[in-house]
């Protein structure tokens, strides 16, 4: 098994571009999540989704949209895409377990 | 990707040591803590959980501790190995997501001298 694969791994984007950042599990979970780590803060969930077609806010959500219209993916897009957007991009899933979530490897993102 | 913050509090420790690191939560509604690993350029791993029930949980050479009075976490890592050098997180559970969604402190660097 793969677990959580994501794409791209890099990114150079300039202020106002878009782009959807895919993210991929082969594990049959239900929750999946989108996370942004920039230095010194740690983690901060961005959206979330409990299964397929369902999304919800986490703690840092504006100038995001999410879909989940396959169980196995989650896309995180940027419209337009701003220089504070700039950071390392983690999805994640989980199964019946909460607390034992399965990350991707990362998308550093860098938006000029 | 890359975890490694410029301003993360350090913990350094000789081989074979044990390391005990530290986390203050701030929900005390939160029902599980957890503590999760990250190596350079991975994304985090989980390593242990405890219920808000429990003051104690051991695992394979790690142990968890909840204070729930003064809402403290910590991590005890027993003779500590050149692979345990990671930034480790500790992360809590919030109600108000129905524990599907867990909340992130911003992590600790552990450094381990040969």
């Known amino acids: 098994n793969a677990g959580v694969t994501q794409t791209p791994k890099f990114r150079v984007l300039k202020t106002g571009q878009s782009m959807t950042l895919l993210c991929a599990q082969d594990?049959?979970?239900?929750?999946m999540y989108w996370y942004r780590q920039d230095p010194g803060m740690g983690l901060r969930l961005i959206h979330y989704s409990v299964g397929e077609g369902t999304t919800a806010k986490g703690e840092v959500p504006d100038g995001y949209n999410v879909s989940r219209l396959k169980k196995q993916n989650f896309l995180l897009g940027l419209e337009s895409a701003a220089p504070s957007q700039t950071s390392v991009y983690f999805c994640?899933?989980?199964?019946?377990?909460?607390?034992?979530?399965?990350f991707g490897p990362g998308t550093r993102l860098t938006v000029l | 990707g890359e975890s490694v913050g410029l301003h993360l509090p350090t913990l350094s420790v000789q081989e074979g040591d044990n390391s005990i690191i530290n986390c203050a939560y701030s929900?005390?509604?939160?029902?599980?803590f957890i503590w999760y690993k990250q190596e350079s350029g991975k994304g985090p791993q989980f390593i242990i959980d405890?219920?808000?029930?429990?003051d104690k949980r051991q695992g394979q050479r790690v142990t968890v501790l909840l204070n729930k009075t003064v809402k403290h976490l910590s991590l005890q890592i027993a003779a500590t190995q050149p692979g345990d050098s990671a930034v480790y997180f500790c992360a809590e559970s919030p109600p108000d997501t129905g524990r599907r969604a867990l909340t992130f402190g911003s992590g600790t660097r552990l450094q381990v001298q040969p």
């Open positions: 594990m049959n979970h239900e929750y």
């Open positions: 994640a899933s989980t199964g019946t377990n909460y607390n034992e979530q399965f």
């Open positions: 929900n005390s509604a939160s029902d599980y």
């Open positions: 405890i219920r808000s029930n429990m």
